[in-house]
């Protein structure tokens, strides 16, 4: 009599699937996806990671989206019920949302003399918060402070810019071009 044992999930067999067995489409090859923009199936694939389709194009509309099946849009929309805690899960009007990333309010630009002319603009000189400075590109500015060494931010009509500041002149000297050095896998030029 044959005793039975337990196999242990590690040791386990996957079991056969149609993701484990068949390759998905290359780029470039038809595929069926579903297009929320004209509800069409018919889609090229444009981009992969990995073995995973991550972007198609639709044939019709020419919309490109992320890879999306029916079911993929189902299992969307369930998870979006039940993150708002509704137990309805309608696929109708189920879009993803991208959570708001809130923006910290700019600091208003410092007091500054009007009186006192614009400096010219240029990366070896310091500037600080107040003055008034004109620039080739964006125009006349004011400096508003200095997010770390070496820059200096400057609120312009446009709007603010990050710019470099206190930059000293490179004290490299320019290679000056060798004459006569021998090399190695030839013989001396005869003078």
């Avoid at 780029?27 to 199936?41: F, K, M, N």
């Avoid at 310091?126 to 125009?139: C, I, L, Q």
């Avoid at 603010?160 to 030029?189: E, G, M, N, Q, Y």
């Amino acid at each position: 009599m044959a005793s039975w044992t337990r196999v242990p999930l590690s040791e386990r067999v996957r079991p056969c699937t149609f993701d484990n067995i068949m390759a998905t489409a290359a780029v470039g090859e038809d595929i069926e996806a579903l297009c929320g923009r004209c509800g069409q199936v018919w889609h090229v694939v444009m981009a992969k990671m990995g073995d995973k389709i991550a972007k198609v194009v639709c044939k019709r509309c020419n919309g490109q989206h992320l890879y999306r099946t029916e079911l993929s849009v189902e299992t969307a929309a369930s998870a979006a019920a039940e993150a708002k805690g509704s137990s309805s899960s309608s696929i109708t009007g189920a879009r993803r949302s991208r959570a708001r990333v809130a923006v910290a309010p700019l600091a208003p630009v410092p007091p500054f003399d009007p009186a006192k002319p614009p400096r010219a603009y240029s990366a070896a000189l310091v500037f600080t918060a107040g003055e008034r400075v004109s620039h080739p590109m964006f125009g006349g500015g004011v400096v508003t402070g200095s997010p770390g060494p070496g820059k200096v931010e400057i609120a312009f009509p446009a709007g603010r810019r990050v710019l470099a500041s206190a930059k000293s002149a490179s004290t490299l000297a320019r290679p000056v071009l060798a004459k006569h050095v021998p090399i190695a896998d030839r013989p001396p030029d005869k003078m």
